[in-house]
Nanobody, 124 residues
Framework: DVQLVESGGGLVQPGGSLRLSCTAS????????WSWVRQAPGKGLEWVST?????????SYSESVKGRFTISIDNAKNTLYLQMNSLKPEDTAVYYC????????????????WGPGTQVTVSS
């Protein structure tokens, strides 16, 4: 079975930075789409970012994090990263790592595998 484990969450002040990691195990192919999805207190799931390779590597971000967050992947380590800069209180959420195998899903809720999440709190 595919297993994902997030790490790197914690408490950070507004304007600060944090780097999340997601280590995956239990799969053999490199054509998965890797995503970050978050859930703020009292809110539903919000897609944050996805990285995938279809001929060339593609990065995509939600409008709320574009320019502040950077998604990357280390294939050799089966590890996904999310570098978060200029953090805002509204970034406070549980951040989930998710994998999607081909054919890729349009909606985050349809992603195939999910980690347990890591808490990010942005507060002074």
């Amino acid at each position: 079975d595919v297993q994902l484990v997030e790490s790197g969450g914690g408490l950070v002040q507004p304007g600060g930075s944090l780097r999340l990691s997601c280590t995956a195990s239990g799969f053999t192919f490199d054509d998965y789409a890797w995503s970050w999805v978050r859930q703020a207190p009292g809110k539903g799931l919000e897609w944050v970012s996805t990285i995938y390779s279809v001929g060339s590597t593609t990065h995509s971000y939600s409008e709320s994090v574009k320019g502040r967050f950077t998604i990357s992947i280390d294939n050799a380590k089966n590890t996904l990263y999310l570098q978060m800069n200029s953090l805002k209180p509204e970034d406070t959420a549980v951040y989930y790592c998710a994998l999607d195998r081909p054919p890729y899903s349009v909606y985050a809720l349809e992603y195939d595998y999910w980690g347990p999440g890591t808490q990010v709190t942005v507060s002074s």
